[in-house]
């Protein structure tokens, strides 16, 4: 099965280890695209999302970016309990 989801990250942002913390804590399969540092250089964040910054998430259709708003739809829609996640 492929997979459908992508997340756009830079190895070195917490809130994007974050998110893969929780994919991995749900068991779910996804594609990380590990971009460039320098935001002038990531092209397809922008393409898909309209914006430099990471993290992003796509599920589909479904674009998402900022680290309380993947971790709430991945928790509302993918766990059997959907308890929500502390926003920091």
Do not use: W
Request: aromatic share 8%; with cysteine.
């Amino acid at each position: 099965m492929e997979a459908k989801m992508v997340l756009y990250y830079l190895e070195s942002c917490q809130e994007c280890r974050t998110i893969r913390e929780m994919l991995g804590q749900l068991g779910l399969t996804y594609v990380c695209v590990n971009v460039s540092a320098d935001k002038t250089k990531r092209p397809e964040v922008y393409r898909v999302s309209g914006q430099n910054a990471v993290p992003v998430l796509v599920d589909g259709e479904i674009v998402m970016n900022t680290q309380d708003n993947i971790l709430e739809y991945l928790v509302e829609r993918y766990s059997h309990n959907p308890v929500r996640p502390v926003k920091y």
